[in-house]
């Protein structure tokens, strides 16, 4: 925890309570905006609460996710194995796999079709584009919800998001990942690396486990739990162990640290592989990332305008397509101290019930 006033657990938020009005900000707003942002700057993560109504459509697509990997081949063809290519950030689409971290992936990306290698039109996982709009408003709502916390102006980053809905002959830059991690099937490298927990407890990772997504907001909800995450700290901490039916992880990415001048940092991740009996399917997950459009530039001339402070290194407009094929060290990325530099929603602030909220599990 970072000061005496910080959350004593993984914030958590109900999305109905981000929606913005008219006006003056509701109570309800205020409170839920401090929580999302205190638990980014401790934990660099949150939990979102989706309607309840919504509950049936993630169980059911993460069902369809597991009948997918389960028909896919033990050995997929040379064409599907795909590494991380940077230079192909925004145009992957459909299957590939990627051994090293022992993972499927299933890109759907509106405006593109995907192809099977032997030009047959490939059977894509059940309800994708209802879960891709579902979880693509609940990180534009995230957004926003940050731009309030910052004092920014309302909606500031639209210049460069995707247009809602999509125009003719558009294809979009958020993407939705459906993964499948350590599928007993699926013969990967399965290079793993052994952690223990402070409980004793021993917990097994694929060799390149630190991961930073370069999207604005990233929105993950697996079907077991695994994920783990770097709070203020530098100590990991499993942020999907106790979550219901309806709520999903959330946290920032790399374009959302430069477009923020580095005030919001992104989320270090790693993914706890299960190897273990009884473990038929893997770990499957959806992983919505609101990104920025590649024709478009990350500035901070937004964050100059609220007053805030801009170093040196993000003086100069980045090109997305540039940034998304750079390297960023992250250990250049966590030595800055940004918790302390930005001041964030009080409790006076957000009203004067809000202790009460932050100590029990909402």
Not at 138 to 152: F, H, K, P, V
Not at 295 to 305: D, Q
Not at 309 to 316: R, S
Request: charged share 20%; with cysteine; aromatic share 10%.
């Amino acid at each position: 925890m970072a000061g005496d006033d910080g959350l004593p657990s993984l914030g958590r938020v109900k999305l109905t309570d981000l929606i913005p009005s008219e006006g003056l900000p509701s109570d309800s707003y205020k409170l839920s905006v401090s929580t999302l942002s205190q638990s980014f700057a401790q934990y660099s993560a949150a939990v979102i609460q989706f309607p309840a109504a919504d509950a049936a459509l993630l169980r059911s697509s993460l069902d369809s996710a597991r009948l997918y990997f389960q028909q896919r081949e033990a050995y997929p063809s040379a064409d599907m194995i795909h590494t991380n290519d940077s230079r192909e950030w925004c145009k992957t689409s459909g299957y590939y796999a990627d051994p090293q971290l022992w993972q499927e992936t299933y890109d759907y990306r509106p405006g593109l079709t995907p192809i099977e290698p032997s030009n047959a039109m490939e059977l894509p996982p059940g309800g994708l584009p209802d879960i891709f709009g579902l979880l693509g408003k609940a990180a534009r709502g995230i957004l926003d919800a940050m731009s309030y916390c910052l004092n920014l102006r309302s909606s500031p980053f639209t210049e460069i998001l995707d247009n809602v809905p999509l125009r003719s002959r558009e294809v979009s830059s958020s993407v939705l990942s459906v993964c499948c991690h350590a599928r007993p099937s699926f013969h990967g490298a399965q290079h793993h690396n052994l952690t223990t927990q402070d409980d004793g407890q021993l917990m097994m990772f694929h060799d390149h486990d630190h991961q930073v997504d370069k999207s604005l907001i990233s929105v993950v909800k697996s079907d077991k739990a695994g994920l783990h995450v770097r709070d203020f700290h530098g100590r990991w901490f499993l942020v999907d162990g106790d979550l219901g039916p309806q709520e999903a992880v959330v946290y920032p990415g790399l374009a959302l640290y430069q477009a923020t001048a580095g005030y919001v940092n992104p989320a270090l991740h790693r993914t706890e592989i299960y190897n273990i009996p009884g473990n038929m399917y893997g770990r499957c997950s959806l992983v919505f990332k609101l990104m920025p459009k590649s024709m478009t530039c990350l500035s901070c001339s937004e964050m100059r305008a609220a007053g805030h402070g801009v170093e040196a290194q993000f003086q100069i407009p980045v090109p997305v397509d540039d940034f998304m094929q750079r390297s960023h060290p992250t250990d250049q990325l966590f030595n800055r101290n940004t918790f302390q530099s930005f001041s964030f929603p009080t409790a006076q602030d957000a009203g004067p019930w809000i202790n009460e909220m932050l100590v029990q599990d909402l």
